[in-house]
């Protein structure tokens, strides 16, 4: 179990009382709209003498429509609430100087209403208000304080012609677009300016406001460059970067450089057969700066899921990685599904080295949960670091490794920092949602193991309403994650909580094709997808139906992405859903492979192009049988979703049932993204909720609701929930 401690001075009959005043009071159900009183935090870095933690502090603007950032700190010791340090309300990227007397950090503005891209910013800790140091037109991804304090690098897609005053540039600039590569645009970052690729930059650190430096840019070309860290001694820096205009033509890999930070040509160190993280894999270099250490799946074969490992590698030309986590059968660097992560300002790194080299940690996901790990830098020997039913989202350590920080979420948690101490304890640092859930009911849901249809054992999760009673009968939303290969588990999901306030299970299952259980469970999908993951999804529901508290004619099913593929396969299948809604989904194979903003030209999901095995794509695809939905469907898209298109999936649903005159309805989202569930504008994201537990209502609870008129229908009461 959890272990946490309380540094504050309170004795054990007090904290009691507190306890149960804090549980009494939770009186009400969670809502939809709790959505605009959360808080999450994100990207903590705890200051070099390990006394405090930076963080990012994300809140809702309700009627702005919109998330606010802002910087913040709290003590280590936990004795202190937490501290603004930023107005905001887009600041992000918080970075310590090696002094601990400064912090770095990216600030957005606005022009005209509209976002500007964010530049670098610092703040004297001693007092004072914080002061620009960078101006650059297309602003800065990230940035890393040099160990010696002088210089900040960073990463931006400024390129010189952007520095060129008005006057010299054209009166009219085309916004026609030539494009020449399969990958032209992508999910949530729109289309892609090729011509305008991430470089690494440096800048002197002015040493007080009224003193200005100007940018260096040390990379130049038609590649970009990723995740640039310095030496010890602040004379090199190391990056990224895959020199391949169409990488997508070949096996995964990227390449590590170095440049001398005073300006020079890069020189490669190695390069990296991967499948996971690709060109923007993160580095971490090893305290004596002859190691870099990295995760990464082998990519050994073409598998749809390569599970990532830990690696390390010498710094020195043409030295080979060795997998240190090659017999530990889990994923490394990865988490879990949920839709409540801080939906700006996150971050976290993938390993971070222990003072002495001689040992690595990093996060580790198995069966639905998700701790810290310490890894054998030599034999790869691992040792728990946390343990217990959660996820670490996200960590953090001061250089000398003696103050470790983690982000930590829980089904009834969205997220706090907590200090790590010496024996895998934890001490609470933050409670950033105290109030709002002083006053709601959250309950942790029940985690069950079933056997499937050919005796694979499938973990699932039970979220049962807040007033559960095993005696009554209650109608079950089956919700499908997306991925395929990702894993729900136990961290905070506000999709659940809300669907079982409103008197509903909800049962969200880890079919396989699932991350946390082993490369062989999350590849045994390959080429077989939808199929046999759709069994185990049902052997799921028939679980719950065996256990007498769901009344097996109100079923309903959701999902999204990849959970709305199979949303859609399971109507297509079965009649026992009398309701289903299919979110930011794929209907169609073969126009998904030609429209999606990635590419499947490597033989992962597919063995071949779609008009090579035509049969192939057909047979996998729901809409091939689209006649014989009869279960009342509604669709959620993104209109500008392009990881699965509208019309490859939601569109093509939609317009066949139309035709075939079932009970069909799709609901678009302007403006929002594949990510609409996690970080779409705060309305859109409450409004979803309300569109999915309406359908639910109106054909499982025979509830009238308006606005989903079918021809032929009257009211809700007409529907299967009314039986």
């Known amino acids: 179990m959890l272990q946490v401690t309380r540094s504050v001075a309170v004795t054990g009959c007090v904290l009691a009382v507190l306890l149960a005043s804090s549980l009494h009071a939770q009186t009400r159900s969670i809502t939809e709209k709790d959505l605009f009183q959360f808080t999450w935090i994100g990207d903590p870095h705890v200051s070099p003498d390990g006394s405090r933690v930076a963080f990012v502090r994300v809140t809702v ?21 937490p501290l603004r340090l930023t107005a905001g309300p887009r600041d992000t990227r918080p970075c310590w100087s090696p002094d601990g007397k400064k912090l770095a950090f990216i600030r957005g503005t ?32 990230s940035l890393e304080w040099s160990p010696d304090g002088k210089t900040i690098a960073l ?117 990296i057969e991967l499948d996971y993280g690709g060109e923007d ?33 010498e710094v020195a030309a043409g030295a080979v990685p060795k997998n ?28 971070l080295w222990s003072a002495d080299g001689r040992s690595l940690m990093a996060v580790v996901a198995k069966e639905g949960r998700a701790n810290l790990q310490r890894f054998d830098a030599a034999s790869g020997k691992i040792t728990p670091i946390t343990q217990g039913d959660q996820e670490v989202m996200s960590y953090s350590a001061s250089p000398d490794r003696s103050k470790l920080v983690a982000l930590i979420s829980t089904p009834t948690n969205i997220g706090d920092l907590y200090a790590v101490e010496a024996n895998g304890s934890l001490r609470r640092l933050t409670n950033v949602n105290e109030t709002l859930f002083s006053e709601v009911k959250l309950t942790p849901p029940e985690e069950i193991w079933y056997t499937s249809f050919d005796g694979k054992k499938i973990n699932s999760w039970i979220q049962k309403p807040p007033d ?12 499908i994650h997306g991925g395929p290969h990702a894993a729900y588990g136990y961290t905070f999901d506000h999709e ?86 299919s979110q930011r989904s794929i209907a169609d194979w073969a126009a998904w492979w030609y429209t999606a903003d990635f590419t499947l030209f490597q033989p992962k999901w597919f063995k071949a192009a779609p008009w090579q095995d035509s049969a192939d794509y057909t047979a996998r695809s729901p809409i091939t049988n689209v006649e014989k939905v009869t279960t009342p469907l509604m669709m959620i898209d993104g209109e500008v979703d392009y990881r699965t298109p509208p019309a490859a999936g939601g569109e093509t649903m939609f317009r066949a049932l ?66």
């Open 61 to 81: 603007n309700e009627k702005a429509d919109r998330y606010e950032t802002s910087i913040w700190s709290v003590p280590m010791s936990g004795t202190e609430a």
């Open 110 to 141: 606005e022009k005209d209403n509209k976002p500007q891209p964010g530049n670098i910013w610092v703040l004297p800790l001693a007092g004072g208000e914080p002061w620009q140091i960078t101006s650059l037109p297309k602003g800065v991804q």
């Open 155 to 271: 990463t931006s897609k400024t390129k010189p012609y952007d520095l060129k005053p008005p006057q010299e540039k054209p009166d009219h600039e085309s916004d026609v677009r030539v494009i020449t590569r399969a990958v032209y645009r992508s999910n949530g970052e729109g289309y892609l300016d090729t011509s305008r690729p991430a470089h690494i930059w440096t800048i002197a650190v002015p040493a007080s406001l009224g003193e200005s430096a100007t940018p260096k840019q040390l990379t130049t070309g038609a590649f970009e460059e990723h995740s640039p860290i310095w030496s010890p001694d602040s004379k090199t820096l190391y990056f990224t970067s895959r020199r391949d205009p169409e990488p997508y033509y070949q096996p995964g890999r990227t390449d590590i450089y170095s440049i001398p930070a005073s300006g020079g040509e890069p020189v490669k160190i190695t390069s």
């Open 281 to 313: 894999t993160e580095i971490v270099l090893s305290p004596d700066s002859k190691r870099l250490a990295f995760s990464a799946a082998p990519n050994s074969a073409s598998l749809s899921y390569k599970q990532p490992d830990l690696f390390v590698v």
């Open 324 to 351: 240190l986590t090659s017999n530990l059968d889990f994923d490394v660097a990865s988490g879990l599904s949920g839709d409540q992560r801080a939906p700006r300002g996150g971050g976290s790194p993938d390993a």
């Open 468 to 479: 559960f009673d095993p005696g009554k009968k209650y109608p079950l939303i089956l919700n």
């Open 496 to 581: 659940f909580q809300w669907m079982a306030a409103k008197g509903y299970v909800v049962l969200y299952p880890n079919p396989r094709g699932s991350t946390s259980y082993g490369q062989d469970f999350g590849n045994i999908i390959q080429y077989r997808y939808p199929g046999d993951d759709y069994k185990d999804l049902m052997a799921g529901v028939d679980e719950l139906i065996r256990r007498g508290y769901i009344d097996d004619k109100k079923l309903g099913v959701t999902g999204g992405s990849g959970g709305g593929l199979l949303t859609n396969w399971t109507v297509t299948q079965t009649d026992r859903f009398k309701a289903a809604v």
């Open 658 to 723: 139309k035709f075939l005159k079932r009970p069909v309805v799709m609901v678009r989202f302007p403006d929002e993204s594949h990510e609409l569930s996690r970080s779409g504008k705060p309305w859109h994201r409450v409004e979803r909720l309300e569109h999915i537990v309406n359908w639910f209502d109106k054909y499982l609870q025979g509830k009238p609701v308006k606005g989903y008129e079918i021809l032929g229908e009257e009211d809700g009461s007409k529907a299967g929930g009314a039986d």
